[in-house]
Nanobody
Framework: QVQLVESGGGLVQPGGSLRLSCVAS????????MGWYRQAPGKQREHVAS???????NYGDSAKGRFTISRDNAKNTVYLQMNSLKPEDTAVYFC??????????WGQGTQVTVSS
């Protein structure tokens, strides 16, 4: 079983940057995709970015041009570098890991608040 622990959230001013991290532990051998979703109050969970072990990357519309996803496969870690943050980026950001036979595992979420 895989466990995910996110870190790096917090309060930042508009235009600022944050870097989220998510470390996977446990049986990580079947993970082939890791990434991030977010959920703002009263809204549905929204895909932010995903990155496959082999390098394929996908971004949600809200992340294109401002966010960068990266992975360190040796450390079982996925990162989300968020630049030019806007108040509408305020949300709980959830890390996920997709496994061949076990489906998706989710982290507990980390709060990102963009406010002056």
């Amino acid at each position: 079983q895989v466990q995910l622990v996110e870190s790096g959230g917090g309060l930042v001013q508009p235009g600022g940057s944050l870097r989220l991290s998510c470390v996977a532990s446990g049986d990580t051998t079947e993970i082939f995709l890791m990434g991030w979703y977010r959920q703002a109050p009263g809204k549905q969970r929204e895909h932010v970015a995903s990155k496959a072990t082999g390098g394929w990357t996908n971004y949600g519309d809200s992340a294109k041009g401002r966010f960068t996803i990266s992975r360190d496969n040796a450390k079982n870690t996925v990162y989300l570098q968020m630049n030019s943050l806007k108040p509408e980026d305020t949300a709980v950001y959830f890390c996920f890991a997709r496994q061949i036979n076990s489906g998706d595992t989710w982290g507990q979420g980390t709060q990102v608040t963009v406010s002056s």
